[in-house]
């Protein structure tokens, strides 16, 4: 089974963002195991989300070069496009869930990677959708 790691853009913004250093340095490592064992997966719509969160939302925001330099290096991660079929499986996804597009969207590029794991605040800790675990990395994992 694989054991590829989606990364909603929540965590990625804490990597960045200053303003809680323990979230901060839980997502930084979580980031790095997930790069270094080369099980990171993102999607397009996330590199999206990220920019502009911290261009704009975070009291020490990037500027839009930096943030670009950032999105480049994230590119060499698994990155899932945005196109007609994923879209269609995000509203499949968002009926059966009853989850926001958007968080929809997330689940189906998670599935599409053959991922295991979403990590995200978003998401209802511990949830399984179409058999991929929600964790929030900051929260106590749920016992099965």
């Known amino acids: 089974m694989s054991d590829k790691v989606f990364f909603d853009s929540n965590i990625l913004i804490y990597v960045y963002d200053t303003r809680d250093p323990i979230k901060q340095s839980q997502a930084q490592e979580l980031l790095l195991n997930a790069t270094q064992s080369q099980t990171a997966v993102l999607s397009a719509q996330v590199l999206g989300e990220f920019f502009v969160v911290v261009t ?3 009291p020490q925001p990037m500027s839009p070069s930096e943030a670009a ?4 290096e994230l590119g060499a991660l698994e990155v899932m496009p945005l196109d007609f079929s994923l879209v269609q499986r995000a509203i499949v996804t968002q009926q059966k869930y009853g989850t926001s597009y958007w968080d929809s969207l997330i689940i189906s590029a998670a599935e599409r990677a053959g991922c295991v794991r979403i ?3 978003d998401l209802n800790n ?10 929030n990395p900051f929260q106590p994992r749920v016992a099965k």
Request: charge should be negative; hydrophobic fraction near 35%; aromatic fraction near 10%.
């Open 69 to 72: 330099e950032v999105i480049a």
């Open 56 to 58: 704009r939302k975070i």
């Open 119 to 121: 990590y995200s605040e």
């Open 126 to 135: 511990g949830q399984l959708y179409h058999g991929i675990e929600v964790q």
